[in-house]
Nanobody, 122 residues
Framework: QVHLVESGGGLVQTGDSLRLSCAAS????????MGWFRQSPGKEREFVAA???????LYGDSVKGRFTISRDNAKNTVYLQMNNLRPGDTAVYYC????????????????WGQGTQVTVSS
């Protein structure tokens, strides 16, 4: 089982950028599809982005063109570069992992981090 730890969240203003990181334990990181999800109070967990073992990527419609997911297998780390942030991006962001291809559904992922808060002020 892979263990995930997110970092990089914080309080920013509209239009600012942040980069989230997710460090994973284990020697088989490169085999995992890694995903980012977010959840704000009273809402369901929302798919943000995913990157598979061959660096194929998927994005949620609300972040396309603003967010970029990437991975560094040598560092066992996946990143989420978030640009042009909006108040609607405010949420707890979670890193997730699964063996298999990219998936939109949170239920498809087997391991989760503890989350990191991102707050965007207007």
């Amino acid at each position: 089982q892979v263990h995930l730890v997110e970092s990089g969240g914080g309080l920013v203003q509209t239009g600012d950028s942040l980069r989230l990181s997710c460090a994973a334990s284990g020697r088989t990181f490169s085999s995992y599809t890694m995903g980012w999800f977010r959840q704000s109070p009273g809402k369901e967990r929302e798919f943000v982005a995913a990157i598979n073992w061959s660096s194929g990527v998927l994005y949620g419609d609300s972040v396309k063109g603003r967010f970029t997911i990437s991975r560094d297998n040598a560092k066992n780390t996946v990143y989420l570069q978030m640009n042009n942030l909006r108040p609607g991006d405010t949420a707890v962001y979670y890193c997730a992992a699964r063996l298999g291809g990219s998936a939109w559904s949170a239920q498809a992922y087997d391991a989760w981090g503890q989350g990191t808060q991102v707050t965007v002020s207007s």
